[in-house]
């Protein structure tokens, strides 16, 4: 394996496993917080149940989150030095105030999960609403580091060097509020349906479980209304792509020659040889209305580049439908929930809903690593878009299949371990008879119940 | 003082922050490996304890040195990345498998005291023990100043870019005196942490004095392997006009920690301990001074241009405001004048 390639898939691994963590540890602290203060408000019990149940979920993802956080901040030199003593001082910035945001979210993780009995009532919702700010805030900031990559800017390059830094410009990138938007959305529409579709599971066999109910609720109402704007977001996304990063929509869209009222392809299997993509559905005028919002608008295609810029086609365009495919999947079952649930129908009874609410389970982070590898594979070759190539960026270290191959089997390790803790530690029914088969409407107090800690 | 210095200068206070309170969460798992006696369980229950509420905040002060260091200083950044690769690698495997080891531990839902809890915390124990050798092997590398290009020794191959900076008894020297400064700080700390349960806390004054005797002894070793392998240290920490009255700071520090030990006065130790290691690590960062990597690359050649440096040091001030009342938050409820046996049972 040649060593780019190693440490381009050492930094893939390591972002796809620290994207799932880092998105829960965004989501996750809102339906902590609903759940307890539903319990504070109602009196009982179930909530305060949720609220320590995904407080529990959320002390074992964060911390993994945070130490495959940390791989990443060394990785950067570690793989990619060349980038980093070009593009430190410019997109440093993003990166420090990220440090700031994830110190406050772990100092007051630390107070919500040990502070139960510690900290007074309203002190201990605040600090998990300061975790769940503080969580978005992170993600946010390091997403517009990554945006300033496709989108460089607040810079100059004069003889070889960089100057007239400008760090706000740079964070200021056209790229960084489609993706933070795109981005924020995703994690939100991501765990919620990760949430929902479990509970839903557990609902088909006992529709009844007030438990799985109350948790199906809260799950919906941080996942649904983010999968409905996901689209939205999209469009926006890809709207930037069409004006800023025409190559790497051309790859997505798999869309050879620059044309006037430009299909949109949907599926198929791109031949770069031949320009062509067989099998696949073409919808006519539609890419160039969505990219431009006009039918008759000119969508660059890939040949606007010379042949060595491209990106590998066929993995950019099967991420994009893949990410567009469940996305819209999401956003629909969202719908089809919202509309029930504002007919004041029983959610939890309707079993073609909850089987599709299951089924969703995994698709949110199905989608959003699709939707990372297309922003990152069809950023090749390059690592800053048009101003440094991965290739110049790599570390001269021979022999980077090694820690790649390390990382990897640390990884796996680490994730059968968490999806087992998961399973048994937060799935499971509680073991209270009276929640079992017990339906208690929404907002009504327990007579007696709530007696805290 | 330049706007570098004093970037240099802050990213030093964090990384002596990370020593004092993440170096001790480390310490905390070196006693835990080590636990033995009658009351070896309820160690472990301590150290764990006084760890759960604040390891992932302590452990944040290193992302934030390694984020300020990639934003101010680049070229050393770049050059740490490459040339301490393999040690920095593994030290991050030890980061990996240490935090998690932890969560699994306490949040793993493991009966108990049963095997499988045992497991993580032998896990978390082990790993907490090698970190920190590795860590400071990496100190030991950067003080050395063998990263520069006159540092390689014999050749260009493999070894001496990748391996010798690293792997040499000076470096592996530092490695070791950061262990047991470690082990030291968290027994002394764990001194207080058991305060209202005396025998705990005789347990870990017993650690606390064996670990500052045993801290001499490394202090010594390093020393010694600093005049034959590490000129720049030696020539830093011997000779300099500031070495004498900062060497009698740092042992009158060292002194009033093992005599409040022996007295009992818990509080006066940890601040003591707390200063003797701060004292030793400003020691390290002055030998250096105007290096951020010596022998070849200052602060003032690292920098990054003065636009970033401006803009981050406002950042680190509206920073600092949110997060000092929010710190002190955290360590007052948790660290306050409760006993920490409160929390045993995390929710």
Redo the contacts between chains.
Sequence with gaps: MPDLLAARSQMGVSLAFHIVFAVIGIAMPVMMVVAERRWRVTGHEIYLDLA?RW??GT??L???G??????L??E????W??F???????I??P??????A???E??????Y???????SPRAHQWAGV?VAVSGAASGIFVVIANAWMNAPTGFEVVNGQ??N????AAMANAAALPQTLHMTLAAYAATGFAVAGIHAFLLLKDPANAFHRRALEIALLVGAPAAVLQPLSGDLAARHLARHQPVKLAAAEALFTTQRGAPLTIGGLPDVATGETRFAIKIPYALSLLAFHDPQAEVKGLDAVPRELWPKVSAVHFSFDLMVGLGSYLALVALWAGWLAWRRGDLAHNRWLMRAIALATPMGFIAIEAGWMVTELGRQPWVIYGVMKTRDAV?????LIV?FL??TL?YCF?GV??GW?LY??ILRSPDVPEWRGFYMPAGSREPGAGSG? | MTLADILAGIIFVALNAYALLGGADFGGGVWDLLARGPRQERQRELIADAI???W??N??W???A???L??????A??????RL?IP??LV??G??????A???W????GAHGDREQRRWGLLFAVASLITPLLLGATVGAIASGRLGEGGRGTGDG?YAT?VASWLNPFALAVGLFALVAFAFLAAVYLTLEAEGERELAEDFRRRALAAGAGLFVAAVLVLVLALRYAPLVRDGLIFAAWAVPLHLLTAAAAITALVALWYRRWRAARLAAAVQVSLILWGWALGQYPYVLPPDLTIAAAA??A??LR??LG??AV?AV??LP??Y??FR??KGR?PSS??RH??
């Design positions: 320590k407080a529990k002390a074992i964060f911390a993994v945070a130490v495959s956080g940390t791989v901040s060394f950067l030199g570690l793989l030095p060349g980093m003593r070009f593009a430190g001082p410019i440093g910035m990166f420090s105030l990220e440090g700031f994830f110190f406050t772990a100092i007051f993780l630390g107070v999960l040990y502070g139960w009995d510690r900290v300061a960089v100057v830094v400008h760090p706000i570390t001269p270290m021979p022999g820690p390390t990382f640390l680490l371990i968490v803790l048994r530690q800690g | 759960g509420p604040v992932e905040a452990h944040v290193l992302i934030l390694i984020v300020l990639f934003t101010c200083f680049p070229p950044f770049a050059l740490l990345g490459t690769h920095l690698s991050l495997i980061i990996v498998l240490r935090g998690s932890f969560t699994f306490r949040y793993g839902g493999f990748y990054a241009p636009a970033t803009l981050v950042a680190l920073g949110v997060l929010s710190l938050y955290l409820v948790f409760h409160v929390i995390p929710s």
